[in-house]
Nanobody, 123 residues
């Protein structure tokens, strides 16, 4: 399994913005869904945003209109721009790579590469 490195988490007040970045070790240049997941204590890891090979993007309903996922093949990064943050956006955020090729999945088990997580706290 691939181990990735995320950066950009931190603490912010409600209404603020944060940008997360993940060094994907080449996966921005390979086929397969890329995604960001969020996990809070006691709950399952949940999909926040995903991007397919053709660039199509999908978001959880709570993130739609506030978060933007993007990938940069030249920098080899998967990024998540989060705006208008709410306390319920708090959690550990993980980037996920090497997902399904033909479609994107909401299920963590469909991804074979993960970052160590970066904490986002909104107060």
């Amino acid at each position: 399994h691939v181990q990735l490195v995320e950066s950009g988490g931190g603490s912010v007040q409600a209404g603020g913005s944060l940008s997360l970045s993940c060094a994907t070790r080449g996966y921005t240049r390979r086929s397969g869904c890329l995604a960001w997941f969020r996990q809070v204590p006691g709950k399952e890891r949940e999909m926040v945003a995903q991007i397919q090979d053709d660039g199509a993007k999908h978001y959880d309903s709570t993130a739609e209109g506030r978060f933007t996922i993007s990938k940069d093949a030249a920098k080899d990064t998967l990024d998540l721009r989060m705006t208008s943050l709410k306390p319920e956006d708090s959690g550990m955020y993980y980037c996920a790579v090497d997902g399904p090729v033909a479609f994107c999945s909401d299920y963590p088990s469909d991804f074979r590469g993960w970052g160590q997580g970066t904490q986002v706290t909104v107060s």
